[in-house]
């Protein structure tokens, strides 16, 4: 797993050889992000289906909870098969732009 700090948000990013061993991963540190707004890529050479991504549906919900931002880069999954809690995108900047979106809905009050 490498982590990298950017200026409003952390990039959590799979070195890893399976899908399991980076889930195991960002769950063990997950709690280190807690009020950090996070992008997590998942590499498309990873084997993973949609029941691995809905892993992190929860993760989601909890950075929504809590004022923060969770968002899946992948380009290998379509994001409408996918609860609307999990955002799911297939470039950096739509994370980016997810972000940002969601900080100013935050703003208004949504």
Same mark, same amino acid.
């Given at each position: /797993?490498?982590?990298? @700090?950017? %200026? %409003?948000?952390?990039?959590? =990013?799979?070195?890893?050889? =399976?899908? #399991?061993?980076?889930?195991?991963? !960002?769950?063990? #540190?997950?709690?280190?992000?807690?009020?950090?707004?996070?992008?997590?890529? $998942? =590499?498309?050479?990873?084997?993973?289906?949609?029941?691995?991504?809905?892993?992190f549906l #929860?993760?989601?919900?909890q950075k929504?909870? *809590?004022?923060?931002?969770?968002? !899946?880069? *992948?380009? =290998?999954?379509?994001?409408?098969?996918?609860?609307?809690?999990?955002n799911i !995108?297939?470039?950096?900047? @739509?994370?980016?732009? $997810?972000? @940002? /979106? +969601?900080?100013? +809905?935050?703003?208004?009050?949504?």
């Amino acid at each position: /797993m490498q982590i990298k @700090e950017a %200026n %409003n948000y952390t990039l959590i =990013s799979s070195d890893e050889d =399976s899908f #399991k061993e980076f889930q195991k991963s !960002v769950f063990k #540190k997950i709690n280190d992000f807690d009020k950090k707004h996070l992008i997590l890529q $998942i =590499s498309e050479k990873l084997n993973i289906d949609r029941k691995d991504f809905l892993l992190f549906l #929860k993760i989601a919900e909890q950075k929504k909870e *809590n004022g923060t931002s969770f968002v !899946v880069l *992948n380009s =290998s999954v379509n994001a409408d098969d996918f609860d609307e809690n999990l955002n799911i !995108v297939p470039t950096l900047q @739509e994370a980016q732009d $997810i972000l @940002e /979106m +969601e900080n100013i +809905e935050r703003e208004l009050g949504f």
